[in-house]
């Protein structure tokens, strides 16, 4: 398929390039009837499409963001990107999309392919390992709002789920069911502040009802090893919980195949709350209760916030808290005993 350019239908309508351009931005102060029925008749014949980026290339805006996720399959990430376009298609924007399977590499190479298909502004929620250059862009004159993760409080304009009240309460719930001994399972999270929020909720909740912390009690995750300590050692260790609280949904769906595997029973031998929805959790043999976070208000918001921002690049910046709630299914009981 051979692709036609401006300069052919320019040819083909016996015109200059200029005025086909005038024609397509819908120009015709100066512009007879007989020059415009020719232009039409030659876009139609070589079925032209125009490309709204090129079009705008000249322009102050080309209507267009950049949108850069980790894991675009993500069922939070999946519901934020649909804010984002439901936005956009309100304010006569487009969303272009990349994913980088949580690889600063990749993120470093969107975030330049982006600024140079010179799009208006960027969503993003990034791995915290490409601050310096994010700061360039912003520098350069792009506008650019995070979402998901707050790293080292740098970033400027910032959309995220109010981590720490969802901690306290979700932590709250269990210890009114008359759980003191709580698991937190959870990523590192020393150096990224929003999962340290979830951390500092937590411990505020035990705080509140005079329990302590108990070092054992916070287990950890990495997404490529897994589990640190598997679920049933922590289960039958001296901390002995009665209750885990799981701080992602990728940590909750492995810490079910591991209890499943072990024939741990949900709530009956331990309780289980986590972060983040699971898809189809109604039809699970026990529902889990989650912390459910508002990723299409996120998407929304951040994308309300992004257009402020390009339209006035003088704006102050702005942290905004999406409030979350707990969503009760059975996964959680009293403890026995």
Known sequence: ???????D???LASVSKSTVSQYLNGRFDYMSKETQVRIRAAIKELDYVPNPIARNL???KTKTIGVIVRDITGFDTSHTIRGVDDYCKTSDYNALIYNTD???EIEAKSLEALYQLRVDGIIIASSGKNNKLISEYINKGMPIVHFQLEHDGSEKNLILSDYR???FDATEYLIQLGHKKICFVTQDFKNVKSRNERYLGYAAALEQHAIPLDPQ???YWQRETGFEHSPKNIIESSAAPTAFFSQHL?????LLTHLNQENITIPDDISLIGFDDIPMAEFFKVPITVVKQEP???GKEATKLLLENINDKNRHSQKIMISCSITQRQSCAPPKG
């Open 217 to 219: 009690l916070i287990q």
């Open 9 to 11: 239908v320019a040819k």
């Open 58 to 60: 000249k322009a102050d």
């Open 165 to 167: 009240q969802a901690a």
């Open 102 to 104: 949580f690889d600063p």
């Open 250 to 254: 990728a940590i909750t769906t492995e």
């Open 296 to 298: 299409y208000i996120i």
């Open 1 to 7: 398929m051979i692709k036609v350019k401006l300069i």
